[in-house]
């Protein structure tokens, strides 16, 4: 495929790949402590994809590390205006017991993630340059910043801790998924932003962009209704975070080659 998005030279990601597992490799083998190896490993599997992407894109020939840097500013003040919004306007939902979801509750929280999607277009238009370097300076951005503040506290602390767990492990992938998930989000948010977009095709971006924004509360339904939980619920996420971003990227490509 001549036009990928990400334009990503794979030699040169399996290059990167490769020094990261070595310097897994070196930490493991100058008798550190266990716990800090392990510390390490979640936060090599959890960041690494960025900064390969980064890397191996055009990102680094056009030096957009200021733009990402803008983006990951950007997600800061939305996630901030986003709960001073839930403190304000959204009362305080509980789960009636135990056992039971509150789905109305889910739905509106997870109505306040509108939020990202303006968020996400106010960085795509301030980016100048092509729609494959305004998708992915918005996706490393933003989503960067989301797992560094989401996860890099948790690693900290938890992954270094005299038990293993394998949550940790889990959240580092989780982070992998979070990525495509920003990935599918930014090219359906580009796409909607386009005058010239077919508007035969607005309606599926928009129901794409709202499985994007509600996939929270979809997959706590299912979690409630299956009773799914560790590398299961992963696998669902991955499965349907997946299949929204393949099809999403579908569109971007179809749409770049018309």
């Known amino acids: ?94 789960y009636n017991s135990s056992s039971n979801i509150n789905i109305v509750g889910e739905v509106l929280k997870s109505a306040v993630d509108i939020g990202d999607l303006c968020g996400l277009y106010y960085i795509i238009t301030k980016t100048v340059g092509k729609p494959e370097l305004k998708v992915l300076v918005t996706s490393i951005g933003w989503g960067g910043a989301q797992v560094l503040f989401s996860y890099f506290l948790s690693f900290w602390v938890g992954a270094r801790s005299v038990e293993f767990d394998w949550k940790y492990i889990q959240m580092a992938l989780d982070s992998n998924i ?30 794409l962009l709202a499985l994007c924004v509600f996939r929270n509360p979809i997959i706590e339904l299912l979690l409630h209704v299956y009773v799914l939980h560790g590398w299961t619920l992963l696998v669902l996420k991955a499965l349907f975070t997946f299949s929204v971003a393949a099809v999403s990227i579908q569109f971007y490509l179809g749409f770049m080659e018309s």
């Open 1 to 94: 495929m001549d036009r990928v998005m990400c334009k990503i030279d794979f030699e040169q990601a399996i290059i990167y790949s490769q020094l990261c597992f070595n310097l897994y490799c070196y930490l493991a083998q100058v008798k550190l402590n266990m716990t800090f190896v392990h510390f390490i490993n979640c936060v090599a599997l959890a960041y690494a994809p960025y900064v390969v992407t980064y890397k191996t894109s055009i990102l680094s020939e056009y030096n957009t590390l200021m733009d990402i840097g803008f983006a990951g500013m950007i997600y800061m003040v939305t996630q901030l205006i986003k709960m001073l919004a839930l403190a304000t306007f959204f009362p305080s939902l509980d």
């Open 178 to 207: 979070t990525l495509i998930h920003i990935l599918a989000m930014s090219s359906l948010v580009w796409m909607w932003s386009r005058n010239d977009i077919n508007r035969s095709i607005l309606p599926i971006i928009t129901t």
